[in-house]
Antibody, heavy 121, light 111 residues
Framework: EVQLLESGGGLVQPGGSLRLSCAAS????????MRWVRQAPGKGLEWVSV????????YYTDSVKGRFTISRDNSKNTLYLQMNSLRAEDTAVYYC??????????????WGQGTMVTVSS | QPVLTQSSSASASLGSSVKLTCTLS???????IAWHQQQPGKAPRYLMN???????NKGSGVPDRFSGSSSGADRYLTISNIQSEDEADYYC?????????FGGGTKLTVL
């Protein structure tokens, strides 16, 4: 069974940092692009960042550029999101999702259960 | 960058059908989109991707009651024989120019 399990969320003060992890199982992780999508409380879905299967291509939504870094460790079947200089508006549930192919510009068909990040003093 | 427009809400009676619309912005009418369902309190679930010609590929385990179609810049999600568990938010998304874009979502109420 294909599974994505996020972890690392929590409460952090403005300006602080967190690293999210997404442990993948049930598929050949190194063959697929991966991404992060977030959802603020009561709001819609917002794409955050995407990474190709090799990690050679990464892209970010404008609001997180320079603050967030997406990466992956294909030997550990794990996706990461390093979040620095966190702001109140980064408060959201963060979902890890799996692509249907190796490239970033394609559909993403599997979602994790999400991890909550709260930025507040 | 493309923009996706969805109605904020829709309603349908149990056992009936409903057609949800996602409209691509000008200049992006040929783009492929994906539909996702988010039931209350749950993570989203991928339903299908949908091409401009109307061909679609559904996700694993998605019931046959869910189908997709296209007309010009409009992408449709049709749900037939609506069940109570179909009450959910439905999001379309697309990807281009190194970015992914979601529509605002349609909240479907089952009467």
């Amino acid at each position: 069974e294909v599974q994505l399990l996020e972890s690392g969320g929590g409460l952090v003060q403005p300006g602080g940092s967190l690293r999210l992890s997404c442990a993948a199982s049930g598929f050949t992780f190194r063959s697929y692009a991966m991404r992060w999508v977030r959802q603020a409380p009561g709001k819609g879905l917002e794409w955050v960042s995407v990474i190709s299967n090799s990690g050679g291509s990464t892209y970010y939504t404008d609001s997180v550029k320079g603050r967030f870094t997406i990466s992956r460790d294909n030997s550990k079947n794990t996706l990461y999101l390093q979040m620095n200089s966190l702001r109140a508006e980064d408060t959201a549930v963060y979902y890890c999702t799996k692509g249907v192919s190796s490239t970033w510009n394609d559909a993403f068909d599997i979602w994790g259960q999400g991890t909550m990040v709260t930025v507040s003093s | 960058q493309p923009v996706l427009t969805q109605s904020s809400s829709a309603s349908a009676s149990l056992g009936s059908s409903v057609k949800l619309t996602c409209t691509l912005s000008s200049g992006h009418s040929t783009y492929i989109i994906a539909w996702h369902q988010q039931q209350p309190g749950k993570a989203p679930r991928y339903l299908m991707n949908l091409e401009g010609r109307g061909s679609h590929n559904k996700g694993s385990g998605v019931p046959d009651r869910f189908s997709g179609s296209s007309s010009g810049a409009d992408r449709y999600l049709t749900i037939s024989n609506i069940q109570s568990e179909d009450e959910a938010d439905y999001y379309c998304e697309t990807w281009a120019s190194n970015t992914h874009v979601f529509g605002g979502g349609t909240k479907l109420t089952v009467l």
